[in-house]
């Protein structure tokens, strides 16, 4: 039984750039959130997504953008990078928006 | 904004001692779960508590929530270098919010 898988494992981009993470969520799971984890930091909630729509959203700018397909995986997208957005940036599934969460390993993103 | 605090933020300890770490808040969560976080992995569960008052036992690890449901604490009896890792408490209110950790480092 796979757990929650996420892709890739390590990027770099520059600034400005856009990056598109990715996320299968474990199996029987319909809800996705996203987080940004800096270094020595607790995560931070992005957003989260269930039935395809975006259902809560953490404080986080507008260059933060989201998606989830029919199949429940889930896509993270980050335009006009800055350097403040060099992060572990992690993908948590459950059975339903508010039950407990099992995350993957993260992609580690580094702006340069 | 619902916010977390844990303390402390860094823990050094032998194997074999005794030890609490902290989480509080000024909000109401309905429930607070508390993760473990080893370098290059993802927050792994390891309990959720719901009820005010609660107390959950994990093997040496007990977990109380308290009674206002606004803060809770981890106790481990007997550390193990195994317990080394980042604790992260996380509650459940209007989104998920986690607390900054507490790094904690078991000697052999």
């Known amino acids: 039984d796979a757990g929650v898988t996420q892709s890739p494992t390590h990027l770099i981009k520059t600034r400005g750039q856009q990056v598109t993470l990715r996320c299968s969520p474990k199996s029987g799971h319909d809800t996705v959130s996203w987080y940004q984890q800096a270094l020595g930091q607790g995560p931070q909630f992005i957003f989260q997504?269930?039935?395809?729509?975006?259902?809560q959203r953490g404080n986080f700018p507008d260059r933060f953008s989201g998606h989830q397909f029919p199949n429940y995986s889930s896509e993270l997208n980050v335009n006009a990078l800055l350097l403040g957005d060099s992060a572990l940036y992690l993908c948590a599934s459950s059975f339903s928006p508010r039950q407990p969460q099992h995350f993957g390993d993260g992609t580690r993103l580094s702006i340069l | 904004t619902q916010l977390l605090e844990q303390s402390p933020q860094f823990l050094s300890i032998q194997e074999g001692e005794n030890l609490t770490v902290y989480c509080n808040s000024s909000?109401?969560?309905?429930?607070l779960q508390w993760y473990r976080q080893e370098p290059g992995e993802g927050p792994v569960l390891l309990v959720t508590v719901v009820t005010g008052g609660e107390v959950k036992k994990l093997k040496r690890l007990t977990f109380q929530f308290g009674d206002a449901r606004k803060d809770s604490s981890l106790h481990i009896t007997a550390a193990q270098p195994g317990d080394t890792g980042l604790y992260l408490c996380a509650g459940v209110g209007q989104n998920f919010v986690f607390g900054p950790g507490t790094r904690l480092s078991v000697l052999p």
């Open positions: 997504y269930y039935e395809e729509e975006e259902r």
């Open positions: 909000s109401v969560f309905s429930s």
